[in-house]
């Protein structure tokens, strides 16, 4: 019975060294946990970081090193805009900008037409020149120019005008003194160009003239030979024709005179035209020219 009771007692001993001991083991993580937890007010020691080191990884996310820098630079801020009133007026040496609307008036105006530089003188227009030198047919031939001057104004579109003084050029188209007489004399123009200051112009159209002087394109003496060799030769034919003496003498009278008549009537002459002589030129062409400043 003594042996039964000490064996319980022997058992029962041992489930409370038992109990005993799991109770401490229980509790040493616990207080194992609270030397590990650091203070709030303890500055951290070298000791305690290679003790976070080794703590778990929960332990570490809490605690991020210091020196750790972000990632990403934050975006820079939008400058603030400043209140109207606090814009600074344009200072006098600064020029204002152009305003759109006056570049668009401006841009919008239409061009202005250039003024007229030329005038025309139409065709059918006459203008009247003088010879500045005597011309006849025995001094001038076909192709020969003269020079003439404008006496009267001619008046053109857009204010142009051939003035008074301006020069013309004249060509010789036709130049025949007169055989035998006054009837077969020919002198004649043609203009061909126009000169006003330093400006030419040629001219296309016709020219006329008044009446030519005449002139005796034989000289005197031989004028007077012309007229004794057609009265001698009038004389003996008169004689021939008279059956008397009275009538040959009579006869040879009137065949003189006739026959100087006759000597006289085949004369030949040249035509001139004077100096300041007027010639008429009408243009066949339009004549445009140079409006003058």
């Not at 064996?7 to 005993?20: D, F, K, N, P």
């Not at 799991?22 to 946990?33: G, M, V």
């Not at 951290?44 to 570490?60: F, I």
């Not at 227009?125 to 006496?151: L, P, Q």
Request: charged share 15%; proline share 8%.
């Amino acid at each position: 019975m003594c042996t039964l009771i000490r064996t319980t007692v022997v058992s029962l001993a041992l489930i409370a060294v038992a109990a005993a001991c799991k109770e401490s083991d229980d509790a040493t993580p616990a207080s194992r946990q609270v030397e590990l937890a650091p203070s709030a007010a303890a500055q951290p020691q070298l000791a305690d970081t290679a003790q976070k080191v080794a703590s778990p990884a929960a332990d570490l996310e809490a605690a991020p090193s210091p020196t750790t820098k972000p990632a990403t630079k934050p975006a820079p801020k939008s400058p603030t805009p400043k209140p109207a009133s606090a814009v600074q007026p344009a200072s006098a040496s600064t020029p204002a900008p152009s305003a759109a609307p006056a570049v668009s008036a401006l841009s919008a105006a239409p061009a202005r037409a250039a003024a007229p530089t030329t005038g025309t003188i139409a065709a059918g227009a006459a203008i009247g020149v003088a010879a500045t030198a005597r011309v006849c047919t025995n001094t001038y031939k076909v192709g020969d120019k003269i020079t003439a001057t404008v006496s009267a104004v001619a008046r053109g579109s857009n204010g142009v005008e051939v003035p008074t003084g301006a020069t013309m050029t004249l060509r010789v188209t036709e130049a025949a003194r007169g055989e035998n007489g006054k009837e077969s004399i020919r002198l004649a123009f043609a203009p061909v160009s126009g000169t006003i200051g330093d400006a030419t112009y040629d001219v296309t159209g016709t020219a006329s003239h008044g009446d030519l002087e005449t002139v005796a394109a034989q000289t005197t003496g031989d004028q007077v030979k012309k007229v004794a060799v057609g009265a001698a030769i009038g004389a003996i034919a008169g004689k021939l024709l008279g059956r008397k003496n009275k009538d040959a003498v009579i006869g040879g009278v009137v065949g003189a005179a006739a026959g100087g008549a006759v000597a006289a009537g085949t004369t030949d002459w040249n035509g001139c035209l004077p100096q300041g002589g007027r010639v008429n030129v009408t243009l066949s062409q339009p004549l445009t020219l140079l409006k003058t400043p």
